[in-house]
C-alpha cells in the first residue's frame, strides 16, 4: 500500500518561501504522477501543481505559476512543492497525492492515494 508523508509546513509571513516534501513508501515513486493540492477552510479542494510520472513534465494552477515549483526526486522517492512569494491566500491544507492513472492532471478525482496534509499559514 502506498503511503504518502508530507512535511515543512508552518506559519510564515507573507513574501517568504516554504518547501513542502511529500515521502513516497510502499512503491516506486517513478511509477506514480504526484500532484499537490490545498484546501482552505469551507473551501473546496483545488489543484496547485503536478508532475508526470512519464518525461517528468510539470503543471501548476494560475494561482501559483511563478511562484511555485515542482519537483521530484525518484532515487529519493520524495516530492517537493518549494513556494515563493507567499501570500495569505496560500494559506491552506496542503495535500500530496499519486495516481498511475492518466487523465487531466487537475483532477482531484483521479489521485488514488492522498497524504495526511501539512498546514501552510501565511500571515501579513
Known amino acids: 500500500q502506498v503511503q504518502l508523508v508530507e512535511s515543512g509546513g508552518g506559519l510564515v509571513q507573507a513574501g517568504d518561501s516554504l518547501r513542502l516534501s511529500c515521502a513516497v513508501s510502499?512503491?516506486?515513486?517513478?511509477?506514480?504522477?504526484m500532484a499537490w493540492f490545498r484546501q482552505a477552510p469551507g473551501k473546496e479542494r483545488e489543484f496547485v501543481a503536478a508532475t508526470s510520472n512519464g518525461d517528468g513534465s510539470t503543471f501548476s494552477a494560475d494561482s501559483v505559476k511563478g511562484r511555485s515549483t515542482i519537483s521530484r526526486d525518484n532515487a529519493k522517492n520524495t516530492v517537493y512543492l518549494q513556494m515563493n512569494s507567499l501570500k495569505r491566500e496560500d494559506t491552506a491544507v496542503y495535500y500530496c497525492?499519486?495516481?498511475?492513472?492518466?487523465?487531466?492532471?487537475?483532477?482531484?478525482?483521479?489521485?488514488?492515494?492522498w497524504g495526511q496534509g501539512t498546514q501552510v499559514t501565511v500571515s501579513s
Open positions: 510502499g512503491g516506486a515513486l517513478s511509477s506514480y504522477a
Open positions: 497525492a499519486a495516481r498511475n492513472r492518466g487523465g487531466p492532471m487537475v483532477d482531484v478525482r483521479l489521485y488514488d492515494h
